[in-house]
C-alpha cells in the first residue's frame, strides 16, 4: 500500500519569512495529494490539494508543488503570519479509490 | 457545518468496557471513514465504508468494529477498551471528489 512520509516533524518561522513542507510518496499510482491544517483541539481542514496531472497550484500565500518523477510534493506558505501556526498534514491517494494515506504531521510555529 | 457529527464529544472508559463512538452525515455520501489519531501522531484508518451494508479493514482495525445499516449512520464500536486505544477518533466522508471532510472529533480515555 501507500505510504507517505513527512518532513519535517517541526519547524519554526519568523513572521513574515516563507515555510515549506515536504512529503514523498511510495505508489506511483497515486495521482491526488491534498494538505491538512489541524489547529490545536480541532479537526483537520483542508487547505490545497493537487492532482497529478498538475505541477504546481496556488492559492493566496499558500502553494503546492508535485514532481511526479520523484515522487514528492511540497507544501509552500509565504509571508506567514502567526494565525499559520498549527500541525499540517499531507496525505496521498488514488482518485475514485478515495481512500488517503496521511503523513505523520509537521508542527510549524510561527514566531513573532 | 452539521455536515458530519459525532457523539460523544469526550469520553472517559475503564479498561474492558465497551462503548459506541456515533457519526452521522446529512451529505448523503456513500464514502465514510474511521481514523484514529494517537497525541502528536498523525491520522491512521481504521475501518471504512463505501456504502450501506459495506465494510472494509483500515490499517488499524484490531480492537474495533463497524456497521453501516443507512448511508447516514456509521457507528465504531470498542468492545474491550484496552489503554492503547486512548486516541481521538475522527469520522470523515468526502465532500465532493476525493476531499475529506472530518467530523469534530471524539475524544478517548482508558484508564
Known amino acids: 500500500g501507500e505510504n507517505v512520509e513527512q518532513h519535517p516533524s517541526t519547524l519554526s518561522v519568523q513572521e513574515g519569512d516563507s515555510a515549506v513542507i515536504k512529503c514523498t510518496y511510495s505508489d506511483s499510482a497515486s495521482n491526488y495529494f491534498p494538505w491538512y491544517k489541524q489547529e490545536l483541539g480541532k479537526r483537520p481542514q483542508l487547505i490545497i490539494d493537487i492532482r497529478s496531472n498538475v505541477g504546481e497550484k496556488k492559492d493566496q500565500r499558500i502553494a503546492v508543488t508535485l514532481n511526479k518523477t520523484a515522487k514528492h510534493f511540497s507544501l509552500h506558505i509565504t509571508e506567514t503570519q502567526p494565525e499559520d501556526s498549527a500541525v499540517y498534514f499531507c496525505?496521498?491517494?488514488?482518485?475514485?479509490?478515495?481512500?488517503?494515506?496521511f503523513g505523520t504531521g509537521t508542527r510549524l510555529t510561527i514566531i513573532p | 457545518n452539521a455536515g458530519v457529527t459525532q457523539t460523544p464529544k469526550f469520553r472517559i472508559l475503564k479498561i474492558g468496557q465497551s462503548m459506541t463512538l456515533q457519526c452521522t452525515q446529512d451529505?448523503?455520501?456513500?464514502?465514510m471513514y474511521w481514523y484514529r489519531q494517537d497525541p502528536g501522531m498523525g491520522l491512521k484508518l481504521i475501518y471504512y465504508s463505501v456504502g450501506a451494508g459495506i465494510t472494509d479493514k483500515g490499517e488499524v482495525p484490531n480492537g474495533y468494529n463497524v456497521s453501516r445499516s443507512t448511508t447516514e449512520d456509521f457507528p465504531l464500536r470498542l468492545e474491550l477498551a484496552a489503554p492503547s486505544q486512548t486516541s481521538v477518533y475522527f469520522c470523515?466522508?468526502?465532500?465532493?471528489?476525493?476531499?475529506?471532510?472530518f467530523g469534530p472529533g471524539t475524544r478517548l480515555l482508558v484508564l
Open positions: 451529505m448523503n455520501h456513500n464514502y
Open positions: 470523515a466522508t468526502p465532500t465532493g471528489g476525493e476531499t475529506q471532510y
Open positions: 496525505a496521498g491517494g488514488i482518485i475514485g479509490n478515495e481512500k488517503l494515506t
